[in-house]
């Protein structure tokens, strides 16, 4: 069904509720809103803030709102969105594209999960259809382990789980390893105009995930304006003038906030090959909870694909890192 069909047909099935693209600074609060209906009902992990979400739709990438995203409403009490961005996939000759899947509890009790899905994958087929390179596409979507309601959509509608996410927490009021760095290498703080020289660093370094996909230039800017950064934070490991391996920590003050806690986070965990397999990760993850030691967290977390295939789980577990949540990504190939 053409996506112009499959809205005509949620307008007459739902005439009470207005569909309509994202326009911006006008639906923020809303959807603030949303998240912290979907925050209150154990289907996200933080309500975002005002700032974030501003932030986040300043550098839109492949979105295109007016085509690309639907925020449905009953006069002003916003029910859910979506918005789709996508990239190509670092591995094989295929385009992702992540609809986003925001609903509030009365939306799902309305039946709207499966129009917004139908919506979603419309505009999907519609996008590969319009691709000047030609790729086949797949949809992909996230679900808490514990929203088996979604779960089950997913799985009635041809979609596969691909990847176990853990995220995981180490209180630090346990012992915290010193360990040496790598012979050759220096921690350095961190200098304004390293940061194109650190991005390219970590993007090479990803590479060899499983799911690495092509970030663009909006992602890069994405990453320099995002409220949470904070590079004076970060873990970079020097080899003369290359970097070797990072720690990209932050904090995030909001969630910490809503939690009641003092947490930091040991993400963007990343050794480039000519550095691996001389502990230097395990290294700067080290440095990295101690600096959040001496900074007043009370405890690190970071997020994890089960399977990782540099062996990242048993790292962090080693550490003393355990799993508290899980994480699901489902995948569905459009050909």
């Keep these: 069904m053409s996506v112009k069909n499959k809205l005509e047909e949620m307008k007459a099935q739902y005439p009470e509720v207005t569909f309509r693209p994202l326009s911006g600074e006008a639906d923020f609060k809303h959807i603030v809103r949303i998240g912290a209906d979907m925050y209150a009902n154990g289907l996200l992990f933080q309500v975002p ?40 996939s670092a591995k094989e000759e295929v385009e992702h594209y992540h609809p986003s899947r925001r609903i509030t509890q009365d939306a799902i009790k309305m039946g709207l999960v499966e129009p917004l899905m139908a919506w979603n994958e419309a505009r999907v087929r519609q996008m590969i259809t319009e691709d000047p390179n030609g790729l086949p596409g797949t949809i992909n979507y996230g679900s808490r382990k514990e929203d088996m309601v979604w779960q089950e959509s997913l799985l009635a509608n041809g979609f596969q789980p691909l990847i176990f996410y853990f995220q995981m927490s180490r209180p630090l009021s346990e012992p915290i390893p010193q360990l040496p760095l790598p012979e050759g290498l220096e921690v350095r703080p961190f200098s304004p105009g390293q940061e194109r020289q650190i991005w390219d660093a970590s993007i090479e370094a990803f590479e060899d995930e499983s799911e690495s996909e092509v970030l663009t230039e909006t992602e890069y800017q994405r990453w320099l304006k995002d409220p949470d950064w904070r590079p004076e934070l970060y873990q970079v490991a ?8 990072m720690v990209m920590a932050y904090i995030d003050p909001d969630y910490n906030r809503q939690k009641g806690i003092q947490r930091g986070y040991t993400e963007g965990i990343c050794v480039r090959r000519p550095w691996r397999g001389r502990g230097l990760a395990k290294a700067l993850i080290c440095r990295s909870m101690q600096q959040f030691k001496d900074l007043g967290m009370e405890e690190v977390a970071l997020v994890v694909d089960s399977h990782n295939p540099s062996g990242a789980l048993n790292l962090y577990t080693g550490l003393g890192y355990k799993a508290y949540a899980t994480e699901i990504a489902y995948r569905k190939r459009l050909d």
């Design 49 to 88: 803030s005002l700032e974030q979400v501003r932030a986040d739709y300043t550098h839109l990438g492949t979105c295109n709102l007016s085509t690309d995203s639907l925020i449905m409403l009953i006069g002003d009490e916003p029910l859910g969105y979506s918005r789709i961005i996508h990239f190509k």
């Design 238 to 245: 020097w080899d003369g003038n290359e970097v070797a391996g």
